[in-house]
C-alpha cells in the first residue's frame, strides 16, 4: 500500500513543469546533461524533482538553503541513477549540507591498541542508510571545474550504492546474482588496473 502511495505522490511532482529557474541552476551546475539524449534529460530532471521533493535537506554551520543547493545536489545523485528503474536513493532521508569543509570528531589506533580521539576536516561523510553530509564550497568546486579529478556529491552517494549490499562500504556492490558477482570479481579488479595505468601515463579514457 505505502509503495503505491509512493508511486501516486511522485507521479504528481514529476507532472509539473520544470521550473525554469530550476533549468539556469541545471544548466550552471550540471553540465554533463549537454551529453545526454533527450529521453534521459527528462528522466534526470524529473528525479531531481523527485529528490527535492522528498529528502529532508538541512543547512548546517550556519548555511541557508536555497533551491540552488538542492537541485545543484540532486542532480548529480540523478545523474548516477539515470539508468536504474525508480531507485531514487530511497534509503537516505536526509541531506545535510554545510557552506565549506568542516570538522567531525574522529578516532584512530595507533601502536599498542591506543586510541586517540580528535577532529579531522572532511568534504563530506556517507553514513548506512543516510544521512549524507556534503561540503557546499566542494561540491560547487566539483561540478564547475570541467578539469576537476573528483566530484564529491558522486563520491558519497556511491559509498551508499555500495552499501546497500552489507550496510559497508567494502566496494563490492549489490549484484543480482551469485554468477554476476563471480565475474564482478574477475572483471573489475583487472578494469580498475588498467585504469590506473592510464591514468598514471595521463591517456584519456
Known sequence: MFGWFRRLRRRRITSQSFPADWKEIVDTNASFMHSLNATTQNKVRQAIQIMVAEKNWEGCGGLKLTDEHRVTIAAQMARMIACFKDDYFDEVMSILVYPAAYLAKSQKQIAGG??????????????????????????????????????????????????????????????????????????????????????QHHDPS
Do not use: K
Open 114 to 199: 591506543v586510541i586517540v580521539e580528535g577532529n579531522d576536516g572532511r568534504m563530506g561523510e556517507a553514513w548506512h542508510r543516510g544521512p549524507v553530509i556534503l561540503s557546499w564550497a566542494d561540491v560547487l568546486e566539483s561540478v564547475r571545474d570541467a578539469f576537476t579529478n573528483r566530484n564529491v556529491v558522486i563520491h558519497e552517494f556511491a559509498h551508499q550504492l555500495d552499501m546497500r549490499n552489507s550496510g559497508q562500504a567494502d566496494g563490492f556492490p549489490t549484484l543480482e546474482s551469485a554468477a554476476v558477482a563471480r565475474r564482478w570479481t574477475e572483471v573489475m579488479p583487472a578494469a580498475f588496473e588498467e585504469h590506473q595505468y592510464r591514468c
